[in-house]
């Protein structure tokens, strides 16, 4: 008997055991929680009914742990002296509920915001003397 359908196997980075073995169309869960944090490289190789095959390879990172963020030191920075560094780690969590404290990293206010405050501050002292001491009685 003949199989009507071409049938795909799954392999992640240089496994020689297949992940699974599936007929197509399938749509399924691909389930990273049990791989490394890092690259990987998902082999997917067809197989027609002919017995053909032919190989796709999709790159893709894994990042199931905690995020960590780090303020005050980007990569490749030339540093000296005492750096004060603010630094964060949070998890997804189950995915089932959101959680509000610890998800967001608390960032300082960035030098161009604190240049437009201080013009705008000294433009609004400079309108309010000149209209307040600029009005004839």
């Keep these: 008997m003949r199989k009507e359908n071409s049938s795909v196997l799954l392999f992640i980075d240089d496994d020689t055991a297949p992940l699974a073995e599936l007929e197509t169309p399938i749509v399924f869960d691909f389930d990273t929680s049990k791989l490394t944090d890092g690259e990987h490289v998902l082999r997917i190789v067809s197989k027609s009914t002919e017995g053909k095959e032919g190989i796709e390879k999709i790159k893709f990172t894994v990042k199931n742990g905690p995020t960590v963020n780090v303020e005050g030191l980007r990569n490749n920075d030339i540093v000296d002296g005492v750096l ?9 969590g189950n995915q089932k509920s959101f959680l509000i404290v610890g998800s967001e990293t608390p960032r300082t206010v960035p030098v161009w915001m604190w240049v437009i405050i201080i013009i705008f501050t000294g433009w609004a002292a400079y309108y309010g003397i000149t209209y307040f001491y600029g009005m004839p009685y």
């Design 84 to 92: 004060p560094l603010m630094i964060n780690a949070y998890d997804t």
